[in-house]
């Protein structure tokens, strides 16, 4: 009873729809909620949650509000599932962790449990070991493929491709008169400056050629020209993953040193001379390693 009108509750899902119902996702369509009566001991639903992990969840019809063992177990079940869905679609090499997904969970748990522990006389966390359960919460494929079209799956994509965009933001350069924490950069006098446009960094293949660039400086000047040593073959950025390409001490060092700034667009003068160096000139030997 509420307020001393009787609910309409028959089964554990009507229970949900109380949760559920005039809730909407991101696109303003109602939530889609995915149900499975896994067997006589447990009942899981899933939908989407745009306030970080949530679960409503009861052992023996006792309400476990901060969870417990039990709600560990399903969660685990179906982030490893999920993360398989997203190695598929996941073409943009992004990294998503198991946390990111349980992030936009809502989760409903319902089951009996042999003998189950709590860690206070009010029993809001279940403790007890999921290997003491006394069953198995073991999802059909129709289940996971149903949570794989919820949503769930381009939620996460979503978030993850939008946070790894702001960690390249974040590493983007930008137009400053000098530069500190990059080894081996012998930087142009001018670079960074109104005079930017007008200097040219020479990438040299390894330590040894970068000495004969330096040593050509005394002729031509440090005004206009900087030196930066490149180890080996650089990584193709076109084919790599975000990932790779924050981890790639080289390649960040290059978009600090030049001044490039992600997704921006090189089409005219006037965005050529937002950039440290106006032109980069590759030193390379001439050898098959120099040819690449």
Request: charged residues 25%.
């Amino acid at each position: 009873y509420l307020n001393g009108e009787r609910l309409k509750i028959n089964k554990f899902k009507d229970y949900i729809d109380l949760y559920i119902k005039g809730k909407e996702d991101e696109n303003g369509q109602p939530l889609k909620v995915v149900y499975e009566k896994v067997n006589d001991r447990w009942e899981v639903a899933l939908t989407l949650s745009d306030r970080g992990f949530q679960q409503v969840s009861f052992v023996n019809s006792i309400s476990t509000s901060k969870g417990g063992k039990h709600v560990d177990s399903v969660t685990d079940s179906v982030v490893k599932n999920v993360l398989e869905v997203l190695k598929k679609k996941n073409k943009g090499g992004v990294n998503i962790k198991p946390f990111q997904v349980k992030n936009h969970m809502w989760l409903f748990v319902n089951c009996l449990i042999v003998n189950p522990t709590f860690d206070s006389q009010t029993k809001e966390n279940m403790t007890l070991q999921a290997k003491s359960f006394g069953s198995k919460c073991t999802f059909s494929e129709k289940f996971i493929n149903a949570v794989s079209k919820s949503g769930l799956v381009e939620s996460v994509l979503t978030w993850a491709k939008f946070k790894a965009q702001t960690e390249l933001v974040k590493a983007s350069g930008k137009k400053q008169s000098k530069l500190k924490g990059i080894p081996k950069l012998e930087d142009a006098n001018d670079a960074g400056t109104k005079n930017a446009h007008l200097c040219t960094l020479i990438l040299t293949e390894g330590d040894s050629a970068k000495t004969l660039a330096v040593s050509g400086l005394s002729v031509v000047g440090r005004d206009h020209y900087g030196v930066f040593p490149l180890k080996g073959k650089p990584l193709n950025v076109r084919d790599a993953s975000h990932k790779q390409v924050l981890e790639n001490v080289e390649i960040n060092n290059l978009i600090k040193i030049v001044g490039l700034q992600y997704k921006k667009k090189y089409n005219s003068v006037d965005d050529l001379k937002s950039l440290r160096y106006g032109k980069v000139m590759i030193m390379a030997d001439q050898d098959q390693d120099g040819s690449h």
